[in-house]
């Protein structure tokens, strides 16, 4: 798993990306004003819902 945060060019605030082993992306429709609170956000999910949440299937299933 890879958690990705960054700017879009142009843009001044910062957004949140998880990429699962199997290349799934979950991407947060929420920006965020600090890094830190993009990987807080993360941190949240992960401990509320565990990490296979942010994981998706393997292969070309669709993930529903």
Known sequence: MRVEIYKLEGESRWCLEVIDEYNNSTVWD????????????????????????????????EWI
Request: a negative charge; hydrophobic letters at 30%; glycine letters at 10%.
């Open 30 to 61: 929420d920006t965020f004003e600090i890094d830190s609170d993009a990987l807080k956000e993360v941190q949240r999910i992960i401990r509320h819902d565990g990490i296979s949440s942010l994981i998706g299937p393997e292969g070309d299933e």
